[in-house]
């Protein structure tokens, strides 16, 4: 059985992949951007929808309008101004897009107290 897409991508490849976070209260909520070799993006978001845009610009804006930023081009400062511990912080991780949907949103510690 052949794992690569048509449009080729292989899905065990996810050196491209580009992480954004949003924070809710007490909660971390991550969206996975990937573009195709096509130029199609495509962002896999909490509910484990995947939604298609037509470039990479065109999933970033909506991205950003929806209040997310990219954890690439995040540094401490901003983590911080978030109440986010930037070393903390690492994408969700799954076998598959099913497992992973369940990582999308995480608790957050309570600054307090250090728990969930």
């Keep these: 059985m052949n794992t690569i897409e048509d449009d080729g991508y292989d899905p065990r490849d996810t050196t491209g992949d580009q992480w954004w976070l949003a924070v809710l209260p ?48 995040m540094d401490a400062e901003d983590a911080e101004s978030w109440g986010l511990d930037l070393e903390e912080i690492e994408p969700p991780s799954a076998e598959d897009d099913e497992s992973l949907r369940e990582l999308m949103m995480q608790p957050l510690k309570t600054p307090l107290t250090g728990r969930d």
């Design 26 to 73: 007490r909660m971390l909520v991550w969206s996975r951007l990937r573009v195709l070799e096509s130029g199609v993006a495509e962002v896999f978001d909490c509910d484990g929808q995947i939604n298609i845009y037509e470039s990479e610009d065109i999933a970033r804006a909506q991205l950003m309008d929806a209040d997310f930023r990219a954890l690439e081009g």
